[in-house]
């Protein structure tokens, strides 16, 4: 059985997540990758959704990333997320609410709105709901 790795996550504000995983899964840039102990390092940036993680004990653990860049070495990943949230931190009506004001940002008069802004508040939002329903 391999070694398990060292896995961090943290943003400007804290620590999030400081463990030993069995593995740990991630949405790169290029597409969701997954990391092992031993695994070659690299470097990749991040965009928002779920971190996922088995923990020491075989538990099935997922922490929310709004972005951010990733490092992965032999027997640690490191994570820099812009923020980040357990999936058991995520208030689901909170995150409901910034869909539904996203949506209406979205609907409404365009030219009164950053799109973009909007756009990727409510991918947040649909990934934290996602999040929580997944649980």
Do not use: W, Y
């Not at 980040?84 to 979205?106: C, F, G, H, P, Q």
């Amino acid at each position: 059985m391999a070694d398990n790795i060292r896995l961090e996550i943290v943003t400007p504000e804290k620590r999030v997540i400081s463990e030993d995983a069995q593995i740990v899964m991630a949405p790169g840039s290029e597409g969701e990758f997954g990391v092992l102990d031993g695994h070659t390092p690299f470097l990749t940036s991040l965009k928002v959704g779920m971190a996922r993680f088995k923990d020491a004990a075989g538990n099935e653990c997922g922490v929310f990333i709004n972005g951010g860049f990733a490092e992965a070495l032999g027997d640690k990943v490191t994570i820099l997320a812009e923020s980040a949230e357990r999936r058991r931190d995520i208030d689901v009506n909170r995150a409901k609410a910034a869909m539904e004001r996203a949506e209406s940002r979205l609907s409404g008069n365009r030219s009164e709105i950053d799109e973009i802004r909007a756009k990727a508040a409510l991918a947040r939002a649909i990934h934290r709901i996602n999040a929580v329903a997944s649980r």
